[in-house]
């Protein structure tokens, strides 16, 4: 998994940093969280690909979504066929269908508007799940999560071959798969025998904007990555406050009652766009684990917890 940040700024752009949008690359799955003013060319800039199945807005403001009639224009004129998913809190689809037809654009691929709930599985692949998770801000909002399943436990090839006397071949699948296997002597193996316990998948959480809520936490628990709302430093905790955002203490506490491994503060007011220095101070003094202030065009590997 994969994670590539199109755009972290609050509100809006500055020359370094985009509005919202963050892309993943759950292997070869390529997702869009969020769809900033501009972010087809920061997709373009930092070579993240096109061939995007699932949008997931988690609110309306115009950071969060003005990017989507340009983006979807782009794949209409180079010619795209596959249909579309765009993912948004319940309420809204008059409002993306409007984005949609800006201009009076009539995409010619499929664009299939879903409206989500909190606690709704928006994606259900064979080894993973996209759930919308509740958030609060100053309108309908959802943040999402990416949870894999569980994977198989490892194989112990020594065992199988030089203790019980399997031959590699089928058997071993079979074992792997499950399912035990009776030898030619006659003795039957159980899979538990040489497959040790399940391994746990990858768990990634996007806020978008919100306030710290115990719904995030709750989501968020032992998380790999968490992308949390830090659009103030506590100086300015009044003003998260009024507008419904966070502060990146208040960011890390969120990561911190959840056991996240990793944190990454997004959404930052323009007021720290030059230094945000007072975000990480706030964020690492707040959570144990690895955090940073995420930027434009950073990209990195969400690894699966045994590879750690």
Known sequence: MRVTFLGTSGAVPTTERNTSAVFVNREGDQLLFDCGE????????????????????????????????????TWDFNDREEPLAI?????????????????GNDPAFPVRIHQVSPGDVVVDREEYEVRAIRTEHR????????????????????????????????????LHRGESVELDDGRVVEPEEVVG??????????????????AVAAASEDADLLIHDATFAEDRRDRAQATAHSTAKQAAEVAQRAGAKRLALTHVSTRYG???????????????????????????????????
Do not use: W
């Open 197 to 214: 316990p399940a391994r746990p998948g990858r768990t990634l959480v996007y806020t978008g904007d919100t306030e710290p809520t115990d």
């Open 274 to 308: 030059g230094d945000p220095s007072p975000l990480a101070h706030e964020a690492a003094d707040a959570f144990e684990g690895e955090s940073f202030v995420a930027q434009d065009g950073q990209k990195l590997r969400v690894p699966y917890p045994d590879e750690e």
């Open 38 to 73: 501009g972010t087809q060319r920061q997709m373009m800039r930092y070579n993240t690909g096109f061939a995007v199945e699932h949008v997931f807005v988690t609110h309306l403001h115009g950071d969060h979504i003005l990017g989507l009639p340009g983006l979807v224009q």
């Open 139 to 174: 309108c309908n909002s959802v943040g999402y999560a990416v949870v894999e399943d569980d994977r198989k436990g490892r194989f112990d090839r020594e065992k199988a071959e030089n203790e019980l006397g399997i031959s590699p071949g089928p058997a071993y699948s079979k």
């Open 87 to 103: 993912h948004a809190p319940t309420g809204t689809r008059s409002q993306i269908e409007d984005l949609i037809h800006v201009g």
